[in-house]
């Protein structure tokens, strides 16, 4: 007889299944532990993600309509340089001016 037979016929056999048994459900109770664990982690990364690409957007429409602001300015004052330029060009062509341009 084998040792193993031995052990059948004695029930130790039984007792060593049992054990195993109980190891491999507490590890797998801590398997699940730890993946849930994870899982969490990740929703909270996932939110915390989700919550800088919404203020990123905020802050890019917010950008966004100052440089169309910016421009908007830029084009008035353009508008008013140009305007100026030709009634200051309007009124040296006058005869004024022209006195000028002869004297020179």
Known sequence: MTKQTQEIIQGKHVKKEE???????????????????????AKTKISKLKKEIREKVSENEALEQKARMLKHNVEQREQINNLKSNTNASSEKGPEKMCRDIAN
């Open 19 to 41: 054990e195993d048994k109980k190891n491999l459900d507490t590890q797998t109770q801590n398997l699940k532990n730890d993946c849930a664990k994870r899982m969490e982690a």
